[in-house]
């Protein structure tokens, strides 16, 4: 889909630690379905426009999605809050267009219009993975999108990374989950979830860190010493002077130069003290 086109009717028509969806009852999809054709226009206008642009909506577009959908709650919900004033944000909104998003009666239009809206929220407060796997032609997808969360297990407040189609009582059960596979006393775990990239809901934690994890060191020298082989280069160095009868009276790696070469193929995790490196 390259254009946004407001229903064909239109015309016609004019002459989800967050307050859960479900609080305001049922939601009335026939007050959204004529908010969406009273509006269309409006959003057709501005999504084309962030599509042309290779962009997010922008606020107002934001807004008026917001307004159209908080229509299926009343006016008390969080949507119609943010249609009216701006005010809101990714936490306080989610769970309710989420409980929209995922809903038997949400039609491929209604949830385009939250994928756009999500995403907006999220590329807002820079808590999101950018559309890392998306086509830029196309619309954004919330399930293509990983969302910086944090979770509290006892004291420690770990973060880890989640798709922006998950609810509150979803990143509860990512969070048993975690804590079932030991996270509070790993700490290679700990770091491994960090990475923006990984996806904490994932069935394979386990197997994926055993795949990606080569080793921690005490610091990012020690690591890009061990990960660049800078002993080997340097004998390798002193016997090429030694083969040509040159002197070389020091050798210091630049570790500036070899991070930038190995941001390449690793992540590098500081996390307690300790450098974490992965591969990628």
Same mark, same amino acid.
């Given at each position: ?35 969406? /054709? ?11 426009? %962030? ?15 917001? /307004? ?37 009666? +949400? =039609? ?60 509150? %009582? ?20 700990? %770091?491994?979830?960090?990475?923006? =990239?990984?996806?904490?809901? +994932? ?37 090429? +002077? ?19 070469? %190995?941001?390449?193929?690793? =992540? ?13």
């Amino acid at each position: 889909m390259n254009e946004y086109q407001p229903p064909h009717n239109l015309r016609a028509e004019r002459s989800h630690e967050v307050r859960p969806a479900r609080e305001h009852g049922e939601i009335d999809w026939r007050r959204i379905e004529v908010a969406m /054709h009273r509006f269309g226009d409006h959003l057709a206008h501005g999504i084309n426009q %962030a599509m042309a642009e290779h962009r997010e909506v922008d606020h107002g577009t934001a807004r008026v999605i917001a /307004h159209v959908l908080g229509r299926g709650y009343g006016r008390a919900s969080a949507l119609a809050e943010y249609g009216r004033t701006g005010e809101g944000d990714y936490l306080t909104l989610r769970d309710e267009y989420l409980d929209i998003y995922g809903h038997e009666q +949400a =039609d491929s239009m209604t949830r385009e219009l939250i994928d756009w809206f999500g995403t907006h929220l999220i590329q807002h407060e820079h808590t999101g993975s950018q559309r890392r796997y998306m086509n830029e032609h196309l619309p954004p997808r919330l399930e293509q999108l990983l969302v910086r969360t944090p979770i509290n297990i006892g004291r420690e407040t770990f973060t880890v990374h989640v798709p922006a189609t998950l609810s509150s %009582a979803d990143i509860a059960q990512v969070r048993d989950r975690i804590v079932d596979l030991g996270i509070q006393d790993d700490e290679e775990l700990q %770091a491994f979830v960090s990475l923006p =990239d990984v996806a904490a809901d +994932a069935q394979n934690l386990r197997e994926a860190l055993a795949d990606h994890h080569i080793a921690a060191f005490d610091s990012i020298e020690d690591a890009l010493t061990e990960i660049a082989e800078v002993d080997q280069l340097e004998r390798d160095v002193l016997e090429y +002077a030694e083969e040509h009868h040159m002197i070389i009276e020091e050798l210091r790696p630049d570790y500036h130069a070899l991070r930038e070469t %190995a941001d390449g193929g690793y =992540d590098f995790v500081d996390w307690k003290g300790r450098v974490h490196v992965f591969y990628r």
